[in-house]
């Protein structure tokens, strides 16, 4: 008598790596050729179950190697409270639970919250990784996603076209330690708004679409990569470029690693592991395939255990940034600087390895970015780098203070001492704000401080409210001089705290009047906004005697930018009045362009 597993059959569809181009893991969804077998069960919680272990037994008779995608409703996993069936199954053919990702998926409305959270927590315990399905255009609650903290979340592709939510939720995947996917993409466009939102993996059509067999190759467009989110001193997050592993068990033979490199040409290496998934032993590809070639080599070798020919795992947590993995790489054996890396999880456990040479692109890449928006006069980033990082610290919820900071009568300054003292001035001071905000890092401050050298005698800094002390003291309490003749300097500085801003916009809109107020102040000057209050705190300076115009252009300030306003025609917005949000983080050239 037939079943209704018998008109059963499973598609396969790949999850991309966007900034690899590589296959990271493979989906495996379900395709009854006749009745509804996925609408029973949503109903059934121990049909979805069994659907998700036929997946997992489909997928070993397709000699599916990739890490695995199941999916399950969110109600399966709390009514069972785990899920057997699928631990067998996997028990079974040989894969280890790490290897399986498990999706959770809608309708999550009406299921028992705590007893969701109790069984993926069971889940874990036996090594499955847990997946939040059809975020965006679902309903599960933003509690209950962060409660769950799961390493991936997936976005449907309708967010693409909000691309304003999609950055909110990779901030989110930050801070729960999760990787950032978006479904369905279909076109080159939705390709390159999920990389530019900060998409590290994807899904869709454009891809590849479901197959009966594993996918091997997969097309991914050449898009110019996402700026990453992290300072360019902290380096991009290691997750971006984790790949897939070769798993086999510590006990091994040569004989199986032999099989499986001969079988997938694409593997570099082979990772032997212990029964919880801690890597214990490295095979690489080249030497392990040149110690079995030699003579007698496979016959002293294939029945025996692999881990003689295996090295000491190279690992680093998946906390890690790129830098830190070619650190690992560079104070190791030379001959082993184009091994593998093992990305483990904070129980040791391996999640996937990175390869030198997708670091070493990727890196070099946002090295000729980053010198490319840097000032040539002092090696800082220009205003675009640092808006960015504003907009990042608000998406986060972030508190921070954004400074802005010039030169009193930088003109004076260079008709009096040459271009040649204005520019060593400014180099000087660039470098006292670079070397104050890098103390605040290695103070252990909340966040760190950016410094942007805006143009001329112009800077601008974003930072935690609690590393503005010693900023102001590095700064103000220094002396400083230019052929001689001493200068001070004003500081303006806005407080953000969380949900007083929009953007960065916003920001300076508020910063605005604050540097006027600065200006008006004799000698070294210090003045403090909050946004969305009026008025100020002077924290140094004293009260000139003869106050500048409040009406005046922020451009006409004194010592704004000195020559470079001359012979500008007043704001289109009437003669002295200032821009839209009163100033612009704009580039303006070094301090050369100012005289």
Not at 567 to 594: F, H, N, Q, V
Request: charge should be negative.
């Amino acid at each position: 008598m037939p079943v209704w597993s018998d008109s059963l059959r499973f598609a396969f569809q790949p999850v991309v790596n966007l900034s690899t181009g590589a296959i990271a893991a493979q989906e495996i969804l379900a395709r009854p050729e006749s009745g509804d077998v996925l609408a029973e069960a949503r109903r059934d919680p121990e049909l979805d179950g069994r659907l998700a272990a036929f997946a997992v037994r489909a997928a070993a008779r397709k000699e599916a190697l990739l890490p695995l995608h199941v999916n399950v409703f969110a109600g399966t996993v709390a009514d069972l409270g785990g899920l057997a069936a699928l631990r067998d199954a996997v028990t079974e053919v040989g894969r280890l639970p790490w290897e399986v990702t498990v999706d959770l998926g809608p309708p999550f409305t009406h299921v028992p919250q705590p007893a969701l959270l109790e069984g993926v927590a069971r889940l874990r315990d036996e090594g499955f990784r847990i997946c939040a399905d059809g975020v965006g255009d679902g309903d599960v609650p933003l509690r209950l996603l962060v409660d769950l903290a799961p390493e991936l979340v997936k976005l449907d592709a309708s967010l693409l076209d909000r691309t304003a939510g999609v950055r909110a939720m990779r901030a989110l995947c930050e801070e729960l330690g999760a990787l950032l996917a978006v479904e369905g993409v279909e076109t080159e466009r939705q390709c390159a708004a999920a990389l530019a939102a900060g998409a590290q993996l994807g899904q869709g059509q454009l891809f590849a679409p479901p197959m009966r067999r594993p996918a091997v190759d997969v097309y991914v467009p050449e898009v110019e990569a996402a700026p990453t989110p992290d300072a360019p001193h902290i380096g991009p997050s290691v997750r971006q470029f984790v790949r897939p592993a070769a798993l086999l068990p510590a006990t091994a033979s040569a004989g199986q690693v032999r099989t499986l490199l001969t079988d997938a040409p694409d593997v570099s290496g082979v990772l032997l592991v212990n029964t919880r998934g801690v890597p214990v032993r490295a095979v690489d590809r080249d030497r392990f395939l040149l110690s079995l070639s030699g003579r007698y080599g496979h016959a002293l070798y294939a029945d025996r255990p692999a881990a003689r020919l295996a090295d000491e795992p190279l690992t680093v947590g998946v906390d890690a940034t790129a830098w830190e993995v070619l650190d690992l790489l560079a104070d190791g054996q030379r001959n082993r600087t184009g091994d593998d890396v093992a990305v483990v999880d904070g129980e040791g456990r391996c999640v996937g390895v990175v390869r030198l040479a997708d670091l070493v692109r990727t890196l070099a890449e946002s090295r000729v970015e980053e010198a490319a928006g840097l000032n040539p006069l002092t090696r800082l980033p220009g205003s675009d780098a640092v808006t960015a990082e504003v907009d990042r610290w608000i998406a986060q919820g972030r508190p921070f203070a954004l400074s802005w900071l010039d030169v009193d009568d930088f003109k004076q300054v260079n008709d009096g001492a040459g271009f040649a003292a204005g520019d060593t001035l400014i180099r000087e001071i660039g470098a006292a704000l670079k070397a104050v905000a890098a103390d605040t890092a290695r103070a252990g401050l909340p966040e760190q401080a950016r410094v942007g050298h805006i143009g001329g005698d112009d800077f601008v800094l974003l930072a935690a409210p609690e590393a503005l002390e010693p900023v102001a003291a590095a700064v103000l309490d220094a002396s400083w001089s230019a052929g001689g003749r001493e200068v001070t300097l004003s500081v303006a500085t806005v407080d953000c705290p969380p949900g007083t801003v929009a953007d960065h916009r916003q920001a300076a809109a508020w910063l605005a009047p604050l540097k006027q107020a600065a200006k008006a102040l004799r000698g070294a000057s210090w003045v403090v906004g909050r946004a969305g209050t009026e008025g100020h705190r002077v924290r140094r300076g004293t009260p000139a005697t003869r106050p500048e115009p409040s009406s005046a252009p922020v451009s006409a300030q004194r010592g704004g930018g000195g020559a470079s306003h001359r012979g500008k025609p007043d704001s289109p917005y009437g003669p002295g009045a200032a821009a839209p949000y009163g100033i612009r983080l704009e580039e303006r050239g070094s301090g050369r362009a100012t005289a």
